[in-house]
């Protein structure tokens, strides 16, 4: 099966190309201001014309306002809003009829009850993202490079269509999908050479490891 890749908290068209070179089908861009990935909208914007019509875009954001949507919608004009604060089902139904977009709810994981709380919103969001629960002390509810238990997925019903997030790198990658058959994953600290900065070799480290894992006798585990 070949996954979804989105390569998140792009800043510079420089490793936009690169992503969209190697295959990314979904690039994020990051309105969250305390995040080193952070861009204004104007910018991202800008950025994302050479990925329309080649891969989704996709505007990341924390508890959104209806100010801050109205201004990230009519800048950038993504494909997909993804809320990754604490959104209830009804925001996320309001958020969807007011701007006729496609929403992907993130959760954090730590347990198994951590996925519990999907329930609520299946049907609503289109599409969720798993990521792992932030550090202690940490501010940002994603991007934070560290990876949760993937075998606790396994509670998910096959039908649940998702993101695997979390500390995702060329060396895990492969062990990552051959415990989850995740249907899609997204990538950011793990294709960066510092906080906030994508490196366009470490991007191409991370396909040639995807590619790698996914090569039949791997997918199969002969």
Request: with cysteine.
């Amino acid at each position: 099966m070949k996954q979804d890749i989105k390569i998140c908290g792009l800043r510079t068209a420089e490793t936009i190309d690169r992503a969209l070179a190697r295959g990314a089908t979904h690039i994020g861009f990051i309105f969250f201001e305390k995040s080193p990935r952070y861009v204004e909208p104007d910018i991202a914007g800008k950025l994302a014309e050479p990925a329309r019509g080649k891969a989704k875009i996709v505007a990341v954001t924390v508890n959104p306002s209806n100010d801050d949507l109205d201004e990230i919608v009519a800048l950038l004009k993504p494909d997909i809003l993804q809320l990754h604060g604490d959104e209830s089902p009804e925001r996320v139904l309001t958020i969807k009829a007011v701007y006729g977009l496609p929403v992907m709810k993130a959760f954090s994981v730590r347990t198994a009850d951590d996925l519990k709380r999907v329930e609520a919103y299946i049907g609503i969001a289109d599409r969720f993202l798993f990521d792992a629960k932030p550090p202690k002390g940490s501010d940002l509810p994603g991007g934070n490079g560290v990876s949760f238990d993937w075998s606790l997925l396994s509670w998910l019903d096959g039908s649940v269509d998702y993101m695997l997030s979390g500390g995702l790198n060329k060396a895990n990658i492969a062990e990552a999908l051959a415990i989850t058959k995740a249907p899609g994953i997204d990538v950011s600290s793990g294709v960066e050479s510092a906080p906030g900065v994508k490196d366009v070799a470490m991007i191409d480290e991370f396909f040639d490891a995807v590619e790698w894992a996914c090569q039949p006798e791997m997918a199969s585990g002969s």
